[in-house]
């Protein structure tokens, strides 16, 4: 049952098994200029009925211009990850053209045409889900269009198609040296009909997939010409910055702006029933207006909300059966002919998103339009919230997206949008809203807290018999694709958890849904694993402990139907060098996976000092995630994706007292320095598997990593997270 659940969010079936044709999937017109226009439908999950009536609705689309430029509008945005890159050579390979010449657009707001297959439909850039969603499509589409400009080439010269190839943007006709560029056939190609079954390349003709080509953004992004929303310029543009009620679910009770309207370029002051913004010329004078206000809040009924509340309630939760989302065999009658008995119980924290580029978000509200600028992950949401605010249809709302400076799931939401254009609605021309660093931490939308409560019984031979998991937490997907959470789960909270990746005779897993008061939750980098795999992982660690057997070994044998993590977990092993001594202080920890798609293990090498600070020196990484489409922004990913991940097992941490968040900037929510970064190595295995996703799963596998090696260095288990350095003092 979980598995089928769990494919609501990783995967459609292929193209030929969807139930839509080969010119319901790929559509052909004259663009304007007398151009060669492909549409291109990936199979969305909400758009059955409409494939069943034989309607046509592409959500990429690809263009040959005259000069022979290819541009692919993009339903999927760039925030660091490699898609601006990735994407087109899918395209290039089939194509026959090289990646200079692709050139991309960023797709409007629709999402009926620009739908992502695997989160259900919705517009949406996350999940680790873009390259698994166009690995086929964008390839096909590629094939295709070659096909198609191959036979216009072969109709002009009155010879069969067969006898011409192409390369390098260009058709030839080998016998006669005839040759014709694919800007000067596209007019031709869109008047040919769209063949059906065509060929795609075979893994060893591959000239640009699997290659480390350059990054097409890196020029802009060196340069300075790249523009990210906050980079937004427009004529008489205004500056705003904000204060939000401190404590979630608050309100403004009164506003003293005498002294911050007396500020030189202040020249606003928006009052809203819980935050009030300053506008002025610029953002200096913004946050000067906004710190001589005097607000008096109203606190509302979470004034005295701690964090001890949160984790009391979590705890209390999983002590009374939950929602079942994983039953195999029968656990009690196993446990009760268990040798050896283990109980334990862990908690993570709600943890912030901390992008480099804070959030916001540029609005021109007109009496009959209105314009937005934004970097945002879902940019038909943001068009819909722009819409609802102002009472506009949806048409006279325009959205410019815009390449964004670190999402890690913060701009699925769409918070920031719907406060921006609550301020334009009250100012004159367009205003761009800038949330300032406490701000953005203070009122993020937080990766969730969650508590888990284990017991395992283990045979004479020290191998579990017996798998129990009640986890207890928010759901994200219940508030954001409702759809997608029934029977009181969804496949995303317990994903890493329900699913794990190991062999267990008898296995029961449970989830309590808790929403903490007042305090939103959201997706936050490899979201459900990067608390599942914590848990699962350290708690392994614990059972192989007991037994008394070697961690790598211990997971090896309980991986005998999962042979692709086994093959990780042994490679990640040896180029560790696991067994190896080291010095005294230090320990090395492993982990494996098996989420998005994608296999993973790492091993961690950590110091710990006898003051209990830990230092994490090395990480040896060995992935699995399948086909490598450039293996440069699969190694890129993973870096950033550990250091990312060593952020929250060292610091990561939002706290309440009194219904505020403590945290307020990188002072006291620290992220990892540069001088603190590991050695990092990652070793691709070779496979024919469809791709994986990459961006998150380095996340979720370094936590556990990190911390059981600091057991294997200290003997102390730590079941919490972040690190605490006072539980590790030696002296």
Request: proline content about 6%.
């Given at each position: ?184 056939l596209a007019a031709d190609a869109a008047l040919q009909s769209v063949p059906e079954n065509v060929p795609l390349k075979r893994r060893e003709d591959f000239k640009l997939i699997g290659t480390p080509a350059k990054r097409l953004d890196t020029p802009a992004k060196v340069n300075g010409t790249a523009i990210y929303g906050i980079d937004v310029k427009l004529p008489d543009l205004k500056f705003a910055t904000l204060a939000q009620s401190p404590v979630f679910g608050g309100r403004v009770k009164s506003v003293d702006d005498t002294a911050a309207k007396a500020v030189k ?467």
């Amino acid at each position: 049952m979980i598995l089928d659940r769990l494919n609501f969010l990783t995967g459609p079936e292929p193209v030929e098994k969807s139930g839509l044709s080969r010119r319901q999937f790929l559509q052909v017109s004259t663009a304007a200029g007398g151009g060669f226009l492909l549409g291109l439908n990936l199979p969305v999950a909400t758009s059955n009925a409409e494939a069943a009536a034989g309607s046509f609705a592409p959500n990429a689309f690809i263009r040959i211009d005259g000069d022979g430029t290819v541009i692919l509008t993009m339903p999927y945005v760039e925030m660091g990850q490699g898609t601006y890159t990735s994407v087109p050579m899918l395209i290039a390979e089939e194509l026959e053209v090289s990646l200079s010449q692709v050139q991309l657009e960023h797709a409007p707001p629709n999402e009926h045409l620009y739908g992502n297959p695997l989160v259900g439909g919705v517009q949406a850039t996350g999940g680790s889900t873009t390259m698994r969603a166009v690995w086929q499509p964008m390839r096909q589409a590629g094939a295709t269009a070659r096909i198609m400009l191959v036979a216009a080439a072969a109709k002009r010269w009155g010879v069969d198609p067969s006898s011409c190839t192409a390369e390098n943007g260009e058709v030839l006709h080998s016998a006669t040296q005839r040759r014709a560029k694919y800007g000067d056939l596209a007019a031709d190609a869109a008047l040919q009909s769209v063949p059906e079954n065509v060929p795609l390349k075979r893994r060893e003709d591959f000239k640009l997939i699997g290659t480390p080509a350059k990054r097409l953004d890196t020029p802009a992004k060196v340069n300075g010409t790249a523009i990210y929303g906050i980079d937004v310029k427009l004529p008489d543009l205004k500056f705003a910055t904000l204060a939000q009620s401190p404590v979630f679910g608050g309100r403004v009770k009164s506003v003293d702006d005498t002294a911050a309207k007396a500020v030189k370029g202040v020249r606003q002051i928006v009052r809203l029933d819980d935050a009030v913004a300053v506008v002025a010329d610029h953002m200096g004078a913004a946050k000067k207006g906004l710190a001589a206000l005097t607000i008096e809040w109203d606190d509302g009924p979470h004034a005295k909300l701690s964090t001890d509340d949160i984790l009391h309630e979590l705890e209390q939760a999983t002590l009374t059966p939950g929602a079942v989302v994983q039953n195999i065999g029968d656990v009690a009658k196993a446990m009760q002919g268990a040798v050896t008995k283990i109980d334990a119980t862990y908690h993570v924290p709600f943890l912030a998103h901390a992008a480099l580029e804070p959030m916001n978000c540029t609005v021109h509200v007109r009496k009959d339009s209105c314009e937005v600028w934004v970097g945002n992950q879902v940019i038909a949401r943001a068009q819909a919230t722009a819409a609802a605010v102002t009472g506009l249809p949806l048409d006279k709302v325009v959205v410019h997206n815009h390449l964004i400076g670190g999402g890690f799931g913060r701009r699925l939401e769409i918070d920031g949008v719907t406060r921006a254009v609550q301020i334009a609605r009250q100012v004159d021309g367009p205003v761009k809203v800038v949330w300032t660093r406490e701000e953005d931490i203070q009122h993020d939308m937080y990766r969730p807290f969650f508590f888990d409560r284990f017991s395992a019984g283990l045979d004479a031979q020290g191998m579990p018999v017996a798998w129990n998991h009640h986890l207890a937490g928010s759901s994200i997907l219940a508030r954001w694709l409702p759809p997608a959470f029934q029977n009181g789960f969804d496949p995303e909270t317990v994903d890493g958890a329900a699913n794990a990746v190991y062999t267990f005779p008898n296995m029961h897993v449970e989830y309590t849904r808790v929403e903490p008061p007042a305090i939103p939750t959201a997706f936050w980098r490899s979201v459900g694993p990067s608390h599942n795999i914590f848990v699962v992982e350290s708690f392994i660690d614990e059972l192989a402990a007991a037994a008394k057997k070697d961690p790598v070994e211990y997971r090896s044998a309980l991986l005998e139907g999962a042979p692709r993590a086994k093959a990780v977990l042994a490679l990640a092993a040896e180029k560790a060098g696991w067994g190896s001594t080291l010095p005294q202080g230090s320990g090395r920890g492993v982990s494996v996976q098996s989420v998005f798609g994608s296999y993973m293990a790492h091993v961690a090498e950590v110091e710990v000092s006898k003051d209990g600070s830990v230092r994490v020196r090395r990480v040896v990484c060995a992935v699995d995630c399948g086909t490598v489409v450039n293996p440069d922004i699969v190694r890129a990913q993973v870096e950033g994706a550990v250091n990312f991940g060593i952020t929250a097992a060292l610091y990561g941490e939002i706290t309440l007292k009194d219904g505020r968040v403590e945290q307020s900037n990188f002072d006291t929510y620290q992220i990892l320095r540069m001088n603190e970064a590991p050695t990092i190595e990652v070793h691709i295995v070779e496979s024919n598997e469809a791709p994986g996703g990459m961006g998150e799963p380095g996340t979720s596998a370094i936590v556990p990593a990190v911390s059981n090696a600091i057991f294997a260095a200290t003997g102390k288990r730590l079941r919490k997270m972040p690190i605490d350095a006072s539980q590790l003092k030696s002296g």
